[in-house]
């Protein structure tokens, strides 16, 4: 009589949201993509990196650039990005605001939005100063 192994299945990890913790916004939990313009990316990371912008608006404006469902209502509302960190931040935030979202959700989400957008950046972490930012990018 042959002894043959019992077929063992794979054991299958569930998928871990590592978002699950984290609230929903206007009753959506976001989905962030990163953004198709090089440009806006190295825009809001300058604007990081150069601490002008102030925090909330930093981290609207990242959630506004990284969630596409936010950016097309605000389109659809005038407000598009136009290369203005702090007005496009103050638009998402004002709009986020009118929506019943408190400050700390933004806070939150605004941690992933400056990940995706951060996200292989080339030449960030060269980068000193804007000058070299804009070669790095071709502006």
């Known amino acids: 009589m042959s002894k043959t192994k019992p077929q063992v299945e794979p054991r299958v990890e569930p ?5 699950a913790d984290f609230p929903d916004i206007m009753g959506k939990r976001p989905v962030l993509r ?4 090089l440009a806006e990316r190295y825009d809001v990371m300058w604007a990081a990196q150069e601490g002008k912008v102030q925090a ?3 981290n609207a404006c990242m959630l506004g650039l990284a ?3 936010l950016r097309r209502r605000l389109q659809v509302a005038g407000r598009a990005y136009t290369g203005d960190v702090a007005l496009y931040g103050g638009w998402v935030l004002e709009y986020l605001i009118e929506h019943g979202v408190p400050f700390s ?4 989400w ?12 080339p030449g960030l972490e060269l980068a000193q100063t804007k000058p070299e930012v804009d070669d790095a990018v071709g502006n």
């Open 110 to 121: 605004a941690v992933p939005a400056s990940n995706v957008i951060g996200a292989n950046l």
């Open 105 to 108: 959700a933004i806070a939150i």
């Open 15 to 19: 998928e871990v949201d590592p978002f």
């Open 67 to 69: 969630w596409p469902d």
């Open 56 to 58: 909330p608006r930093l």
């Open 34 to 37: 990163v953004p198709d313009k």
